[in-house]
């Protein structure tokens, strides 16, 4: 990775070898880099480690006390980087963009040294009682960035490192290995017929159709359930379900053409994947989702992946709304397989009690005879 440094950044960089050479000491560590920048009077570091009374006499007395210097025969002429002098370096030109700036300075270099609390260099200034937080209000002041527009950034940053799936999906099959899902009393049929449709070569994409409260999520917790303990076709063996949350993937774009964006990249991860089954709980919502004027929906974005077989996707909605959405769509009712969700009758529903009923005594405080 190559970082273009300002004069001052490269000299404060080169005193530090320099000193770590003179000094006998093995390796080149962040030590070493806070006197380059202390003494690099011109860079902006150096001025703000002076404002806040950072002397380098301090600095070299606890270097003194930390670090056993080599006999000269075993220091070599240019001693080795060590890994954490290498990472304050690769950082520093992450904050450099932070700041809006294309050259690292030595202001970037001190905020990517600070940011690394367990390093010599930010032992060092604690131990000399010096305000860290100061020092990187003052950098930031320096650099004409807000302290609340940098937290922006970092933020940003946090989101974009995070994959699509890990943002916006829920792994239902790691909840139900982690025993966090209540267990589903019956629904044996409806499971079964799950299991079958998406065992399918095409067609193989489920959705539950039923009146709203009878059970459709909870058939759902059911088959990752049984995924988890392994009772399901050979087929379905290493498959995950996740939750996707169309709502939130919506609700965080703010740009034109972001949604169609994310929506393609979450497909690609879970394309990638392989092993991937996505839940859409509401899933008409998906037609007419993300699309503003000129742009295209859910659905459109999705059509094609289901068409491939590449994705796989349960869906769960009303009578009413499937008619109105999925069956009005030609080419979504030829992806989908509707499997009927009836309303359990009165002695499946004492069942269904009876299976939880541990858990709402327990909860409420009640007991159920």
């Known amino acids: 990775m190559h970082i273009s440094y300002t004069n001052q950044a490269e000299n404060a960089i080169k005193y530090a070898a320099k000193k770590a050479r003179e000094m006998q000491h093995p390796y080149i560590g962040t ?50 980087e060590s890994p954490r002098y290498k990472d304050i370096l690769e950082n520093s030109a992450k904050e450099a963009r932070r700041l809006h700036t294309e050259e690292v300075g030595t202001e970037h270099l001190l905020l990517s040294m600070i940011r690394d609390v ?5 032992r060092i200034l604690i131990t000399l009682n010096i305000n860290l937080q100061k020092i990187f209000q003052d950098i930031l002041a320096a650099a004409g960035l807000d302290p ?37 009393v019956g629904r044996e049929e409806e499971m079964h017929r799950l299991m ?9 994409n489920p959705c539950l159709v039923g009146e709203p409260g009878v059970g ?6 059911g088959l990752a359930q049984r995924i988890a303990s392994g009772v399901v076709p050979e087929k379905m063996k290493d498959k995950r379900i996740y939750t996707l949350d169309l709502p939130g993937l919506i609700a965080g774009s703010k740009y034109r053409g972001e949604f169609e964006e994310r929506m393609k990249g979450l497909i690609s991860e879970v394309e990638s994947n392989g092993n991937v089954i996505l839940f859409l709980d ?5 037609i007419g989702a ?80």
């Open 282 to 286: 509401e899933i008409h919502t998906m």
């Open 216 to 221: 459709k999520t909870a058939i759902i917790e």
């Open 31 to 80: 030590e070493h880099l806070l006197l380059g920048l202390r003494q690099e009077y011109s860079g902006v570091a150096g001025q703000i480690l002076a404002r806040n009374g950072v002397e380098e006499e301090k600095i070299y007395q606890l270097m003194d006390e930390l670090i056993v210097p080599q006999t000269e025969a075993q220091v070599k002429s240019r001693p080795a």
């Open 148 to 184: 609340k527009e940098y937290q922006e950034e970092l933020q940003e940053e946090g989101r974009n490192s995070r994959s699509m799936m890990d943002q916006f999906c829920m792994d239902m099959t790691a909840r139900a290995e982690e025993g966090k899902l209540d267990p589903v």
């Open 196 to 204: 079958q449709v998406l065992s399918r070569r095409t067609k193989n």
């Open 290 to 369: 993300g699309g503003a004027e000129g742009a295209i929906d859910a659905s459109s974005i999705l059509k094609p992946s289901l068409a491939r077989g590449e994705l796989q996707l349960i869906g769960a909605t009303t009578i009413a709304e499937y008619r109105k959405y999925i069956e009005k769509d030609a080419a979504l009712e030829r992806r989908f397989q509707p499997v009927s969700v009836e309303e359990p009758t009165k002695e499946q529903c004492l069942a269904i009690l009876g299976g939880l009923k541990e858990k709402y005594e327990s909860h409420h405080k009640v007991v159920i005879e």
């Open 118 to 122: 367990d390093c010599v260099a930010t």
